[in-house]
């Protein structure tokens, strides 16, 4: 009797983590075909017009080397704000990102 009950036992444990390696499996394929068939159909008219207003900014940035039809108040007002920020904060480039420098915190190691 103890043996069949042990056996059971094993058998439900068995069941239980191929159960779960099942549904692990089945969530990973059903996640992957999901993206897969949102590719394969065909884009919104209005999801594409988007798209391609972002593809055409992009190229006419790349091409402009910065803001596309910025001109000339642009610029000066641009360069007004970088005068006034340097003047607050003390000058320094303001297009790249600060270099932080912490010293090493001297430890004592105490009396026990």
Known sequence: MIDIQMSLHRLFQLSSV???ALTLTLRRNIGISAVVFN???ELDPIQKLFLDKIRDY???SKAAGGIVDAGPSYQKNMS???AKLQR???GGD???FPDFKFPEAKLEEGAK
Do not use: P, Q, W, Y
């Open 94 to 96: 303001l297009t790249k």
């Open 58 to 60: 992009n190229s006419k």
């Open 39 to 41: 590719k394969a159909k």
């Open 80 to 82: 007004e704000e970088v």
């Open 88 to 90: 607050l904060f003390g």
């Open 18 to 20: 191929l159960r779960s």
